[in-house]
């Protein structure tokens, strides 16, 4: 069974950078991405970013330019850099795994961690 462990949220200025870690226990190499996921109060889970197996990347709208997703393969951990951050970044963020690369950029289906909240101040 795959665990994700979120790590790195907190609290920041906008403006501001911080940098989450998703750390994959029971890591196969048979699953086909890391994705990343938010999720803010009252509204629909949404996708940040997605990492896949041969290290292609790939970015929701809203933060292409500011984030930056990368991998260390030693640690089984995913990182998502977020820099210039803003207010409407503020949620809980979610990063996940799954086997079926059709399933990278769902945003039910898959394996997930706990989550940990970004909160941007203006």
């Known amino acids: 069974q795959v665990q994700l462990v979120e790590s790195g949220g907190g609290s920041v200025q906008a403006g501001g950078s911080l940098r989450l870690s998703c750390a994959v226990y029971?890591?196969?190499?048979?699953?086909?991405?890391i994705g990343w996921f938010r999720q803010a109060p009252g509204k629909e889970r949404e996708f940040v970013s997605v990492?896949?197996?041969?290290?292609?990347?790939n970015y929701g709208g809203s933060v292409k330019g500011r984030f930056t997703v990368s991998r260390d393969n030693d640690k089984n951990t995913v990182y998502l850099q977020m820099n210039s951050l803003k207010p409407e970044d503020t949620a809980m963020y979610y990063c996940?795994?799954?086997?079926?690369?059709?399933?990278?950029?769902?945003?039910?289906?898959?394996?997930w961690g706990q989550g940990t909240q970004v909160t941007v101040s203006s």
């Open positions: 996940k795994t799954t086997y079926n690369k059709m399933d990278c950029g769902h945003i039910i289906i898959g394996y």
């Open positions: 990492i896949y197996s041969d290290g292609t990347t």
């Open positions: 029971g890591y196969s190499d048979t699953t086909a991405c």
